[in-house]
């Protein structure tokens, strides 16, 4: 089987510094993260826009397009779980839309 093809993720560093914010939020552990230098324009994020920040920088790295990134999100849809996986794509196209306008 071959192996994956490697991925040069343009925006390593903000996807690094979004995880060491939501590692952070688990209090009591991780505490060596504190002491890191990153940067601090996440540091008012909620949760939830930290991830959808994080998919949407994911997402157009591997060059998915608008209509695929709402395609993908559809498929986790289920009837116990459909207004949060659409809550959860709106949070995920606006932060696509912002970080697409950007670059």
Request: zero cysteines; aromatic letters at 10%; charged letters at 30%.
């Amino acid at each position: 089987m071959p192996l994956p093809q490697k991925v040069d993720f343009r925006d390593a560093d903000k996807i690094i510094e979004i995880v060491a914010y939501l590692l952070k939020e688990n209090t009591g552990y991780y505490n060596d993260l504190k002491g890191l230098a990153f940067g601090d324009v996440y540091q008012n994020y909620d949760h939830d826009q930290l991830v959808a920040d994080l998919n949407a920088r994911i997402m157009i790295d591997f060059n998915l397009t608008r209509q695929e990134v709402v395609t993908l999100m559809h498929t986790f849809e289920s009837a116990n779980h459909m207004k949060d996986v659409q809550d959860e794509t709106q949070r995920i196209l606006d932060s696509y839309d912002r970080l697409s306008e950007e670059n």
